[in-house]
T-cell receptor
Framework: DAGVIQSPRHEVTEMGQEVTLRCKPISGHDYLFWYRQTMMRGLELLIYFNNNVPIDDSGMPEDRFSAKMPNASFSTLKIQPSEPRDSAVYFC????????????FGAGTRLSVL | AQTVTQSQPEMSVQEAETVTLSCTYDTSESDYYLFWYKQPPSRQMILVIRQEAYKQQNATENRFSVNFQKAAKSFSLKISDSQLGDAAMYFCAYRSERAGGTSYGKLTFGQGTILTVHP
């Protein structure tokens, strides 16, 4: 299996622009997680899905952030409008949701908002 | 809410020596998993080892082992025969296994420990 695939690997954009990050989970996994990593806050969970349904979005910082999972093999995290403080590495992870499940991470997207 | 604390921002070790990374956590739950993840400069988060809270036996994976002290809420990682490839940021993480709770399945991470391996 190719693992969790995230795109793009790097994204540079200007303040106010819309940014869309993409994730393809491991085939067959029914949980998908979006994390954000910053120097100040470390790794924090933004939102997670189970069977394409958002379960907990309490970590989403503002209404500017939205996430969707239209099918079992694709998810997006959108920021509109983007701000410099959104600059971070965004990780997607997936797991097969039995109680022993391990989360497998993608390589992350480094977002820089100028 | 659960919290995970790694009190060592940085650690260093000589190649072939042993190093221990510390982690403590706070929870009122009895069912949970603990993990150590490695993040090398490539950024990829790689699972190193995991421990089920209900198991008293410490988990081991080749050169990596843990010292799990449930009463003390401590979960340290020991790396034996350190190799240059072990150099990375190491994260301790907690996951609730209380089904039905909103924190079920979520990973809570510590701040990380940067490990340097000297040749």
């Amino acid at each position: 299996d190719a693992g969790v695939i995230q795109s793009p690997r790097h994204e540079v954009t200007e303040m106010g622009q819309e940014v869309t990050l993409r994730c393809k989970p491991i085939s067959g996994h029914d949980y998908l997680f979006w994390y954000r990593q910053t120097m100040m806050r470390g790794l924090e969970l933004l939102i997670y899905f189970n069977n394409n349904v958002p379960i907990d979005d309490s970590g989403m910082p503002e209404d500017r952030f939205s996430a969707k999972m239209p099918n079992a093999s694709f998810s997006t995290l959108k920021i509109q409008p983007s701000e410099p403080r959104d600059s971070a590495v965004y990780f997607c992870a997936s797991s097969l949701g039995d109680y022993k499940s391990i989360q497998y991470f993608g390589a992350g997207t480094r977002l820089s908002v100028l | 809410a659960q919290t995970v604390t790694q009190s060592q921002p940085e650690m260093s070790v000589q190649e072939a020596e042993t190093v221990t990374l510390s982690c403590t956590y706070d929870t009122s739950e009895s069912d949970y998993y603990l993990f150590w993840y490695k993040q090398p400069p490539s950024r990829q988060m790689i699972l190193v080892i995991r421990q089920e809270a209900y198991k008293q036996q410490n988990a081991t994976e080749n050169r990596f082992s843990v010292n799990f002290q449930k009463a003390a809420k401590s979960f340290s990682l020991k790396i034996s025969d350190s190799q240059l490839g072990d150099a990375a940021m190491y994260f301790c993480a907690y996951r609730s296994e209380r089904a039905g709770g909103t924190s079920y399945g979520k990973l809570t991470f510590g701040q990380g420990t940067i490990l340097t391996v000297h040749p």
